[in-house]
């Protein structure tokens, strides 16, 4: 084998390594005994985890081939999950790409109690809409507003939601809370006086 061919053929093992290693670190969720990642089908979470606390649901439109002859459409129905399992754990987001698990993502600590925790400082920008729910609860009132957004890339566009929403909690005194949700994030909160 010659100088060239073996630096070659280093190379590409160096690269397989570095893809399995990549594989090996694949975010895994353990419910109970039970082993959930990647790829399995939304029954099968269900049947591990039990039901989350929170759901949200949205669809995007794929189109290959677009500016081509032939274009191809596909509509994707997505679902997160929000599961909390105490104050001592990280909550979980789960998203499903037509039914299919897609990403496994840790959030911040859980609460022993849904809805228990409502603190300014602790709701504020940066958490997502299921952990608003985790430490408020439901809100009193829910505005939807939205458009779409849309990517091209050669040959392939997607056109995603652009969902916002405004939240309003009343917690019983002379001040409402706001909060905006872009995208199942809160973008901003705010005091209103009644």
Not at 73 to 88: A, I, K, L, T
Not at 135 to 148: K, L, M, N, T, V
Request: hydrophobic share 40%.
């Amino acid at each position: 084998m010659t100088p060239r061919a073996f630096s070659l053929l280093r190379l590409l093992l160096a690269g397989i390594a570095i893809l399995a290693s990549a594989n090996a670190f694949a975010l895994n969720l353990r419910c109970g005994s039970r082993i959930v990642k990647e790829s399995m089908i939304a029954a099968q979470v269900r049947n591990a985890c039990g039901a989350p606390f929170w759901t949200d649901t949205f669809v995007s439109l794929e189109i290959l081939g677009a500016g081509g002859p032939i274009e191809q459409q596909h509509e994707v129905n997505w679902d997160v999950w929000y599961f909390n399992f105490g104050s001592s754990m990280f909550m979980q987001r789960l998203t499903f790409r037509d039914g299919q698990l897609q990403k496994i993502e840790p959030l911040g600590y859980g609460v022993n109690e849904i809805g228990t925790s409502c603190i300014a400082a602790v709701t504020s920008r940066g958490l997502t809409s299921g952990e608003l729910i985790a430490h408020c609860g439901e809100p009193a009132s829910r505005q939807f507003s939205g458009g779409s957004v849309v990517h091209r890339a050669r040959g392939v566009l997607f056109a995603n939601e652009d969902r916002r929403e405004e939240w309003l909690y009343d917690d019983g005194s002379a001040y409402l809370t706001r909060y905006l949700i872009t995208n199942s994030n809160v973008t901003s909160a705010e005091r209103l006086p009644r």
